[in-house]
């Protein structure tokens, strides 16, 4: 059974990095796409990045600062995070879906979701 684990928030302070790490299990990476969300408070949650086959693809939003990676041997995606902002304080989650391109970011085509983890970007 697919289940999806995040790890590697906290706080951190504005313009420093974090990489966020998900772990998944029951299925191979090939599987699936794996997608990273946020939901900061008050507003609805929002898709970041996917990865599937190693090819990754990203919100219209992002503007460099966010990687997405993946280890196909510790079955591990990775969203790395850079020059954090105080307004990138959410929860962050990742998810699976079997779609890939544009439509991987939609949320009416995940399959499974994390639990999430928070991260909260203050001095």
């Known amino acids: 059974q697919l289940q999806l684990v995040e790890s590697g928030g906290g706080l951190v302070q504005p313009g420093g990095s974090l990489r966020l790490s998900c772990e998944v299990s029951?299925?191979?990476?090939?599987?699936?796409?794996i997608v990273w969300f946020r939901q900061a408070p008050g507003k609805e949650r929002e898709a970041i990045s996917c990865i599937r086959g190693g090819r990754p693809y990203y919100a219209s939003f992002v503007q460099g600062r966010f990687t997405i990676s993946r280890d196909n041997a510790k079955n591990m995606v990775y969203l790395q995070i850079d020059s954090l902002k105080p307004d990138d304080t959410a929860r962050y989650y990742c998810a699976a879906t079997t779609k890939f391109y544009s439509l991987c970011l939609t949320q009416t085509y995940i399959n499974s979701w994390g639990q999430g983890i928070q991260v909260t970007v203050s001095s």
């Open positions: 029951g299925v191979t990476l090939d599987s699936y796409t």
